[in-house]
Every structure is written in C-alpha cells, then in structure tokens.
C-alpha cells in the first residue's frame, strides 16, 4: 500500500470535486458549526454564571427557558411560525449530516472503481445506507471524545470539582476506550455504505480488517491525525465565532448604538461560519477520499492474500 500515492490522489480528486465540497462537506458543516456554535456559546455562558466563576449560583438553562417563555407570551402570532421552522430545521441537522457522508462515501467509491457518479448518483445510493449508518452513528458517539468532554463539564458544573476529581480516571479511561473503539471501526462506516452491511456485521468486519492490516498502523495513524486536525479546524472556529460576535458587539456598543453592535457583529460572525464551514467541508472530502481509498486498497489486498493462501493450500494437496 502506497500510503503517499493514496493522499496524493485523494488530495487531488478533492480539489476536482467543487459539487461535492459544497453539496455533502459545505452544507452539512453549516448545520454542525452553527449547532456547536451555539453550544459553545451555551456552555461559555452556563460556565460564566456557575460557582467557579461567578457569586449567582444560578443557572443559565432556567434563565434560557424563561427568556424564551416571556418571548412567547409576548409574542403569541410568531410562536407557530418559529416552532415549525425550528422544528424542519431541527430534523435537518439530524438526518442531512449522516445522509451526506453516505452519499459522499458512495461518489467516491464509484468514481474510485471507475463508474460515473455524481451528487444525484451518491444521495441515491447513500440513502439505501442511511438507516444503518445513522443508527450506528448513535452507538458510537456514546464514547466519542466530545461527548465524554461534555459529561466532564456537566460533572464540574453541577456536581462540584470533588466528585469530579473521583470520577477523571473513568473520563480518561473512557477516553482511551472511545480511541481505541475509533480504531478498531474505522471501516464501519464504509462496510455499511459501500458493502450494505449490517451494523453489528460491519463493526466486526472492520475491526477484523484492522487487525489483520496491522502493518497499516503507521497509515491509520496518519489518517487519524488528518482527522484530529479537522476537528481541531472545526473546534476552533466554532469556539471563534461566538467569541469574535461577543466582542465585536460588545465594543461597538460602548461606542456606538447597541443596534449597530448587534448588526456588525451579525455580519461578522454570519461571514465566519461560512469561512469555517467551507475549511471544514473540504477537508471532510478530503478524509473522506482518503478513508475510502484506503478502505478499498486493505479490501483487494485481503482479497489477494486470501486467493494466494487457497492457491498455495491446493498446490500442497496435489502434490
């Protein structure tokens, strides 16, 4: 396996495929980077108002809650319109990220095997797959390293710093359990998309595959750092945005109308989220490509080794 050659042409097919960046790695980085945006943001304020940093030891949840009661009992007209249209946009971010890296998946293999495939080919074909992928997607984020970071800020938060310094060493070994889980399915995803697996079927095939690949550690690692500094990229930015809205909206206002803070800030952190969630995209095809190539590169070399084992095994029965 030509670990360089695999990037080199996956960084290449990455740059030929604008509809792709833009239709399964631009739109659905909207969705994740305004949501995790505005649970940055949540979590910035419910931290600020807490007991380790504050004297209010009140909580930022019920102050959100009656905000948005008082808004609806003021504003009774806008209620209906506002709930459907949280409600469409709610069920977007939950089916649209998973059905995009389906149909992302399914491009990329296709045109891998030399098959015409394009944005209507791969949402076609990626929503056979949809089911699986979305339930296994809920099984694994369970141990996913910003889901344990999450119970970790709700133990400190709530619970106080002593309960949380007894409970680190199950957070590290979760940790170190969800990266090891991580390793071990890499292929799942791709078992699911590509094959039509089951999911329990293609958790064991990729954790076989993996195992009987070890030789392909150092490339998986290197994988694993392309996706590290995604996330890295995504968590960064996201942690931007509502820093520079905060800012920005907070000096204009001292020197200025708050109206005008508001505006500015919205144009800035709207501009953001587009830098971002474009930077984002592209290197999530770009993982993509390189996780499906890989993917199908460890498949024909199991394949061979296996026809080569049964050739070898004949040859001894006859002689």
């Known amino acids: 396996m030509d670990y360089r050659q695999i990037i080199a042409e996956s960084w290449v097919y990455t740059q030929k495929s604008k509809k792709l960046i833009f239709w399964f790695g631009f739109i659905p980085s909207i969705l994740t980077t305004t949501v995790g945006a505005g649970y940055i943001s949540y979590q910035f304020f419910a931290f600020k108002k807490s007991y380790l940093f504050g004297d209010e030891h009140g909580s930022f949840l019920k102050d959100v809650v009656t905000f948005i009661w008082e808004f609806i009992k003021s504003h009774v007209s806008l209620t209906l319109p506002l709930v459907i249209t949280v409600a469409v946009l709610a069920l977007i971010y939950l089916l649209y990220p998973t059905l995009a890296k389906a149909a992302a998946i399914q491009t990329i293999a296709r045109n891998k095997n030399g098959q015409p495939a394009g944005v209507g080919t791969g949402l076609r074909y990626g929503i056979m797959s949809y089911l699986q992928l979305f339930e296994y997607h809920l099984l694994i984020k369970t ?7 999450i119970e970790m800020s709700f133990v400190v938060r709530n619970l106080g710093l002593a309960l949380f310094e ?27 998309v590509i094959d039509g697996e089951s999911v329990f079927d293609s958790i064991k095939k990729s954790a076989k595959l993996v195992i009987m690949n070890w030789k392909h550690t150092f490339l998986i690692t290197i994988l694993m750092v392309i996706i590290g500094i995604r996330i890295i990229i995504q968590a960064v930015m996201v942690f931007l945005i509502p820093a520079i809205i905060v800012l920005i909206t907070g000096y204009i206002a001292t020197v200025a109308l708050p109206v005008t803070g508001l505006l500015v800030g919205g144009i800035v952190g709207v501009a953001m989220l587009i830098l971002s969630a474009y930077l984002t995209g592209i290197v999530d095809i770009f993982s993509y490509t390189v996780w499906t190539y890989t993917f199908l590169t460890s498949l024909s070399m199991a394949l061979k080794a296996a026809v080569d084992s049964m050739g070898t095994s004949s040859m001894i029965k006859i002689r």
């Open 143 to 149: 141990f996913s390293f910003f889901s344990v970071l």
């Open 166 to 192: 007894i409970l680190l060493p199950v957070f590290i070994l979760f940790i170190i359990i969800g990266f090891i889980l991580t390793l071990l399915f890499i292929y799942t995803d791709f078992y699911i």
